[in-house]
């Protein structure tokens, strides 16, 4: 009987290991979807990609372009052929 008890404890620590693995992986895709789109990559499907690949999920998001830095850079580029042209 004894041992039923410690077999039941030691799945029980092994779920709760697991299910504690499961959220901190939802809060880490959770936190690079988030910076996915405040680069403007809405559609990169961060959040899958995080949670299945981990920290190589975590490496993709850091590694895409920003797409809003790019788009003020254009508008600030475009603003100066404007001012040139003027001249």
Known sequence: KRQNIMNAMVVLIYVIIILVAIMLRIL????????AIK????????????FFFGIMGCLY???LP??????????ILAALIEMKERR
């Open 66 to 75: 920003d797409l809003v830095i790019r788009e003020q850079n254009e508008d």
């Open 28 to 35: 880490f895709a959770s936190i690079m979807n988030g910076v």
């Open 61 to 63: 998001v850091v590694a």
């Open 39 to 50: 680069k403007g990559q809405a559609e990169a499907h961060a959040f899958p990609i995080v």
